[in-house]
């Protein structure tokens, strides 16, 4: 389903346990380019724009002497949203297939190696394979979903409808899901690869990493899309593999999306400050850094037929909490063991109360140092029609 990116594993540090800041792109990829949680970036609505006050990678990268670039198909990161900030080129289409975000990439950087060949460069691809809805093209449809019945099943009005409890769901519906998702997957693992060759092909050899926004849920925990904090929305791939790296290591201890800037501002020589997250070079390097840290994630999703408290959560050795923020005393905690328990199926707050209240309140005082950190807030921009139609697309707007 996916040889280009086991190949790069093999030669990359892989980690084990990276969790995503938030269930959905906006905020994630907000915190991927200032290094700071989705409580101090303040983008977590739908109307959220990051503030211009923040130093985001690019800017950082650029006063290191590198040129940067984004190539986006996900609406949700335009620059109507403040993404564009620092980005020497900053090329947008909604749910452009990973094939034209490849072309322009390597043809950006053409041209930039024509004008200055010796200039460093960072270019971020942001694609849309596999969010839902789950179309892939041919051949990867026939080969890996080639028996899904006909109609709109994966489509995003249908993916819309099973989040919202208006269709059924099956243990067949789920399989033929799961075979458009592996089929949308292989698509983006095509593309990767072509991407890969044409660098060996142009004698380039980056550092690159390889890093999702989200996960994507099939019915675990009752749930389609990505709503929630469990494990399948939240649990990423995260692999970085360095210039000349041939290597594999794979990291147990947790990493965040936070940790993506300062470990990318390392490499290129620089330090980044006032950021949530860490340089992740020394576990690149194949150092040991034992200390744990507490991973704190927040998702504040609603809609006019989603009304979802906000919820927050834990992450600190081997285990990960829940909490589902409702008034007075009707507030949720879900307790698991990440290690016994990875799929997160057998809440223990029942069975260990103290550890649960525990670690609520290690949480509480994580929520409340990130919000007292301050940082600048988000903007509320006016969705105007054009931009709802593109988060429609996405299934992102009810």
């Keep these: 389903m996916s040889p280009n990116y086991d190949a790069m594993a093999e030669q990359a540090t892989v980690f084990e346990s990276a969790m995503a800041q938030s269930s959905w792109t906006r905020p994630t990829v907000a915190t991927m380019l200032t290094g700071v949680n989705p409580l101090r970036h303040g983008v977590n609505r739908g109307n959220d724009s990051l503030g211009d006050e923040w130093q985001m990678l690019p800017e950082l990268l650029q006063e290191l002497g590198y040129a940067t670039a984004f190539f986006t198909a ?15 080129e900053f090329w947008f289409k909604n749910r ?45 449809r026939g080969r890996f979903a080639g ?38 997957v292989a698509w983006s693992d095509y593309e990767f690869g072509r991407f890969r ?44 593999r360095l210039p000349g790296q041939t290597a594999g ?44 840290r507490p991973i704190v994630s927040a998702s504040f999703k609603s809609g006019a037929e989603l009304q979802l408290p906000p919820f927050y959560s834990l992450v600190l050795d081997r285990w990960k909490l829940i909490w589902a923020k409702r ?45 007292n950190k301050g940082g600048a807030d988000s903007v509320e921009v006016t969705i105007d029609e054009e931009t709802r139609r593109q988060l429609e697309a996405l299934g992102y707007v009810d």
Excluded: C
């Design 197 to 240: 060759r044409n660098l060996d092909e142009r004698d380039v050899d980056p550092a690159i990493v390889v890093i999702a926004d989200h996960g994507e849920e099939f019915g675990e925990h009752g749930h389609f899309g990505h709503l929630n904090l469990h494990r399948e929305a939240m649990h990423i791939p995260f692999l970085v």
């Design 74 to 88: 996900n609406g949700q990161v335009q620059s109507k949203f403040g993404f564009d900030q620092g980005f020497d």
């Design 327 to 371: 008034p007075g005393t009707q507030s949720t905690i879900l307790l698991f063991d990440r290690v016994s328990d990875p799929e997160e199926l057998v809440d223990l707050a029942g069975e260990q109360p103290e550890l649960a209240r525990r670690l609520l309140r290690v949480l509480q005082e994580e929520i409340e140092i990130l919000e």
């Design 96 to 140: 452009a297939p990973a094939d034209a975000l490849v072309d322009h990439a390597l043809g950006w950087m053409d041209g930039l190696r024509e004008e200055s060949p010796d200039k460093p460069f960072f270019i971020m691809i942001l694609s849309i394979e596999p969010h839902d809805g789950y179309e892939p093209v041919e051949p990867f």
């Design 147 to 184: 028996d899904v019945g006909g109609g709109d099943i994966g489509t995003v009005k249908f993916m819309q409808q099973l989040r919202f409890k208006k269709r059924p769901s099956s243990p067949d519906l789920v399989r033929q899901l799961l075979q458009l998702y592996e089929g949308e």
């Design 249 to 292: 290591r794979r990291v147990e201890r947790p990493v965040q999306q936070a940790d993506l800037l300062p470990t990318l501002v390392d490499l290129a020589g620089g330090n980044a400050n006032d950021v949530d997250g860490q340089s992740l070079v020394p576990l690149l390097n194949g150092e040991d850094m034992r200390s744990s």
